[in-house]
């Protein structure tokens, strides 16, 4: 996996650190992690480095177009590895889960809007807000706990 990640690196013209290696490791794990996960996860893994520099590194690979980052309405920005395929994202309005939802299309732009006159649509960032399988499992224990 590093040294796969070492040639990512290096193709899209980033030198191989450390950093950067670990950063790319923690989102192989932890898809839609936020740069302050990223950071507690690689401390706990004895890393040490500082919330600065992990979003240092985020903001390279970002550039760089290995990373996708989005950021869910009243939250940080998320950092993933899923990139290319214009996929969206489910978010649970409770807990704050994050999951990926194809598109349909597959590509950008996949809506195309009623845009202002000479605006080109690049991509539609998509988000759906919801309500989990968990928190709406609990939901229904509640209304009937209150029931009883
Ligand atoms: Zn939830
Ligand atoms: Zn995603
Ligand atoms: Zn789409």
Redo the contacts with the bound molecule.
């Keep these: 996996m590093t040294k796969a990640d070492g040639e990512l690196l290096r193709a899209r013209g980033l030198r191989v650190t450390q950093g950067r290696l670990a950063v790319l490791d923690v989102l192989e794990q932890r898809p839609h992690a936020d740069a302050e996960s990223v950071h507690r996860t690689l401390a706990a893994q004895g890393h040490d480095t500082s919330v600065q520099s992990v979003h240092n590194v985020l903001g390279d690979l970002t550039a760089a177009g290995i990373v996708r980052r989005f950021a869910p309405a009243r939250s940080a920005a998320r950092y993933e590895r899923r990139i290319d395929d214009?996929?969206?994202h489910a978010v649970c309005s409770r807990c704050g889960r994050i999951d990926d939802?194809?598109?349909?299309?597959?590509e950008?732009?996949?809506?195309h809007a009623d845009a202002p006159t000479g605006f080109t649509v690049l991509a539609?960032e998509?988000t759906f807000v919801g309500i989990c399988a968990t928190c709406a499992q609990t939901q229904i224990l509640d209304t009937k706990r209150s029931d009883t």
Excluded: F, I, R, W
């Design positions: 214009n996929h969206h939802v194809d598109c349909v299309v597959g950008a732009p996949c809506l539609a998509v």
